[in-house]
T-cell receptor
Framework: TQLLEQSPQFLSIQEGENLTVYCNSS?????LQWYRQEPGEGPVLLVT?????EVKKLKRLTFQFGDARKDSSLHITAAQPGDTGLYLC????????????FGTGTRLKVLA | SQTIHQWPATLVQPVGSPLSLECTVE??????LYWYRQAAGRGLQLLFY??????ISSEVPQNLSASRPQDRQFILSSKKLLLSDSGFYLC???????????FGEGSRLTVL
């Protein structure tokens, strides 16, 4: 059974700081997605990465897919209070099936 | 445009009572449908998914069941709730393998 471990589990930082969160798998990803979830709502897709070594940028967010496609990172530059939320990585096609398996999550709080 | 609705949004049920959560998708046909459960501040646990009417795949053995009586309707049920069934339940859909997963607003269940 594939496990997606995210670290750190919790992160509290001041506005303007940089941070990186990680997603690691026991198996190779075919592709990987990052979602952000705000309290009381469903997660919303931020990005999908497909190719090993791929880097994608979304404003102040930089997503990197490991060369071996077993890990990924999300880097936020100059964090803002609006970045607060739960960040989840997901494998959208576990073992070639229709299953979406999510990671354990990183809860980020950005203080003004 | 496509929308997804689930209800009820909140419910408090006694141990041993039945459960029915309903989810409907509009604006698309033959979606892949999913039920997830989320413990407070943590990742999403996949409970069931369906790729077509009457086709249900169960991921976690438990006292919950799911049904898909119509193409765009997905129901989560239990005959007798346990305390451990408390949580935030999310319905989701996707239109293609490994595509974006769209979530409903969630249903918060408290079992007393």
């Amino acid at each position: 059974t594939q496990l997606l471990e995210q670290s750190p589990q919790f992160l509290s930082i001041q506005e303007g700081e940089n941070l990186t969160v990680y997603c690691n798998s026991s198996s190779v990803f075919s592709s990987l997605q990052w979602y952000r979830q705000e309290p009381g709502e469903g997660p919303v897709l931020l990005v999908t990465v497909v190719t090993g070594g791929e880097v994608k940028k979304l404003k102040r967010l930089t997503f990197q897919f490991g060369d071996a496609r077993k890990d990924s990172s999300l880097h936020i530059t100059a964090a803002q209070p609006g970045d607060t939320g739960l960040y989840l990585c997901a494998d959208p096609s576990t073992s070639g099936t229709y299953k979406y398996i999510f990671g354990t999550g990183t809860r980020l709080k950005v203080l003004a | 445009s496509q929308t997804i609705h689930q209800w009820p949004a909140t419910l408090v049920q006694p141990v041993g009572s039945p459960l029915s959560l309903e989810c409907t998708v509009e604006g698309t046909s033959n979606p892949n449908l999913y039920w997830y459960r989320q413990a407070a501040g943590r990742g999403l646990q996949l409970l069931f998914y369906s790729v077509g009417i009457g086709q249900i795949s169960s991921e976690v053995p438990q006292n919950l069941s799911a049904s898909r009586p119509q193409d765009r309707q997905f129901i989560l049920s239990s005959k007798k709730l346990l305390l451990s069934d408390s949580g935030f339940y999310l319905c989701a859909w996707s239109s293609q393998v490994a595509g974006e997963l769209f979530f409903g607003e969630g249903s918060r269940l408290t079992v007393l």
